[in-house]
């Protein structure tokens, strides 16, 4: 009993010592990397089911959209990083587009079909146009994926902001506007777009 104690002993301060190199040995390593960073072109976080939940990727890794379980072509191909609902359908997410022409960088939470609420940033490289806003959308209750009713913009273009609301046929119904020069305007539209009142 005592020999067994004994052996017992010996191997436990072995397996102690052991783990205590083997983690001094990691922490040196990973202390003392140039760049102290870890490096992936894809990462998927998954649920137990194996769908993915969030995708962080480079723009050649970049996942297609997923809508009712159907894949879409992306419109352009961004890095970022995409949400997803647990039937594995894309619910939002972080797109960074760099093109020849224009820096475009959104972030978007969805519907179940669509974008819902949307935050984005331009700005072009070849000349001095930019734009940033905000927009919020009505779902699209015939369920076609991709198309939703922009009902509220807010938005600032070269200069000039404005906060549009939109009807249910996204016509512009009120533009409350503040110019680059300062000019303040609020118009009112009616159903079929044309100018009502204007201060």
Do not use: C
């Not at 870890?38 to 890794?61: C, L, P, Y």
């Not at 609902?85 to 519907?111: M, P, Q, S, V, W």
């Not at 072009?124 to 009505?138: E, L, R, S, V, W």
């Amino acid at each position: 009993m005592q020999t067994t104690s004994k052996i017992f002993k010996i191997l436990f301060g072995v397996l102690l010592l052991f783990n205590v190199i083997l983690l001094s040995i990691v922490s040196y390593m990973l202390m003392n990397r140039p760049d102290k960073l870890m490096e992936a072109e894809r990462i998927d976080i998954k649920d137990k089911t194996g769908k993915n939940r969030i995708v962080i990727s480079n723009v050649d890794h970049i996942p297609p959209p997923i809508v009712n379980g159907k894949t879409y072509q992306r419109a352009v191909t961004p890095a970022g990083l995409i949400f997803y609902d647990k039937k594995g359908d894309e619910r939002g997410g972080l797109a960074i587009t760099d093109t020849d022409k224009t820096n475009f960088n959104a972030l978007a939470f969805d519907y179940q079909n669509a974008d819902a609420i949307g935050m984005f940033a331009q700005d072009n490289k070849n000349d001095q146009y930019f734009k940033a806003g905000f927009t919020i959308n009505d779902k699209d209750l015939s369920g076609k994926p991709g198309h939703n009713i922009n009902r509220i913009n807010l938005v600032t273009e070269n200069g000039n902001a404005a906060l549009v609301l939109k009807d249910a046929n996204e016509v512009p119904r009120i533009v409350l506007k503040v110019d680059s020069l300062g000019n303040a305007s609020i118009e009112t539209f009616d159903k079929g777009g044309k100018l009502k009142w204007r201060q």
